[in-house]
């Protein structure tokens, strides 16, 4: 979204508003609001006019020209590369004919803005101009002056004032307009603006002879504007940076110029789950299977469970008792990971319960007394709890569901001192985790 531009403080930039109707060389100040800066005399062209030396399309200054908006255009000679005759030195063989004159000629353009500016703001400055297809010079340094006064010099030369934007390439497209724009920061004082080719703005020259050489720069001038610039907006989203809490993501003026593709009204870099739309009770995110606990923070989200259990079911009572009965009842032949036939009921069961419950992933733990060397008994509780791993599999448990874990002798339940203490510490824990 574009930021709509300002108004334009150049109240007749396109020299539309005629007071007088034109006639001939020198009425710029028939252009409602138009004036000349110093004794030049800037010109009006107008379709209209009685005389055809700044008629439209022809005038004495080029053929076929058209205005760049409206009907109307200016004139202005930018630089007289005047020469007068050198005989003398001619004659005697060692310099041209002709050599530099009064070479400081130029006209410029004035007009008081709508408003002062305001101090510290930036504005933008846009004008076009084309080189006239009767003129044999061409020149750069062509810009605007922002004055805090009305200029009324009495010469004819070029103005010494530093332009606030100006074009650093030589203008010399005969056929097309070549807009000068540029930003500027107002001091605050500036009322008028001026308009013309200036020495402090880079100014060259460039012969473009065509014909007999008329030694003149000159230019039509159309399409002045001077608008406010546009707060910075990076991400062209209509929110200006300084506003904006997203300044490099095309965003919402609702949400402060931040993106929301979810589309729940909460904007993406506030939102837990920016890719699904959730309620804000529950940060953005949503709560797919309804049990209060949202989906980022539920590990089984598609199955309605309780807040103790993450959002999971509670494991039933039933379930509970059998993994009881698990500690001690699933025994394996000593020393060994082999599970003893008799473990083959309970282990069963489990599977039943694993059946059962599709939600359910399960930890198998194993453990040791602290009988034996530690590292062997650390392989031996990995080794039994990887046996009931591989049983559960082989009656139809999912391998994904499952993981199994060793701890040797290092978390007892009971006194490793005693036959009874020692029995209880090994053993092997189930635990229900969903892991979803």
Known sequence: MAQTPGPNLVKNGGFE??????????????????????????????????????????????TGASAFEGEHFAGFVAYKDDQRHNWKRFLS???????????????????????????????????????????????SGIGAYLSPTELKYNFRHQLA????????????????????????????????LVLGAFPNGGFETKKVIEGPDNQRAYYYIDGISLVIHPE???????????????????????????????????ADNMDACPDKAGPAQFNGCPDTDGDGIPDNLDRCPTVKGVASMNGCPEVSEKTKKLFEKALTGIQFETGKSVIKKTSYPILD?????????????????????????????????????????????????????LQSFGHGETMPVADNATAAGRAKNRRVEFKVTFLQ
């Open 161 to 192: 004032e530093k332009p606030q934007v100006s074009i650093a390439t030589i203008v010399d497209d005969k056929q097309n307009w070549t807009e000068v724009k540029g930003t500027f920061t107002a001091e605050g004082t500036e009322k008028y």
């Open 17 to 62: 508003e005629i007071g007088k109707p034109v006639k001939t060389w020198n009425q710029l100040d028939h252009a409602t609001g138009w004036m000349n800066a110093n004794a030049g005399s800037v010109d009006l062209y107008s379709k209209d006019a009685r005389h055809n030396t700044v008629g439209i399309p022809d005038g004495l200054m080029g």
């Open 232 to 266: 910075e907006d990076r991400d062209h989203d209509g929110v200006p940076d300084k506003d904006d809490r997203c300044p490099d993501v095309a965003g919402l003026a609702t949400l402060q110029g931040c993106p929301d593709k979810d589309g729940d009204g909460i």
């Open 93 to 139: 063989g060692k310099e041209d004919p002709f050599k530099p004159a009064y070479q400081t000629y130029s006209e410029y353009l004035e007009t008081a803005l709508a408003g002062p500016l305001a101090a510290g703001q930036k504005y933008d400055v846009s004008f076009r101009v084309k080189l006239a297809n009767g003129s044999d010079r061409a020149v």
């Open 349 to 401: 069961q489990v599977v039943q319960v694993m059946n059962e419950n599709p939600s359910y992933d399960l930890e198998i733990h194993g453990y040791t007394d602290n009988q034996g060397d530690d590292a062997k008994n650390q392989k031996l509780s990995e080794d039994r709890a990887a046996a009931v791993r591989t049983y559960l599999i082989g009656k139809g448990v999912a391998d994904k569901r």
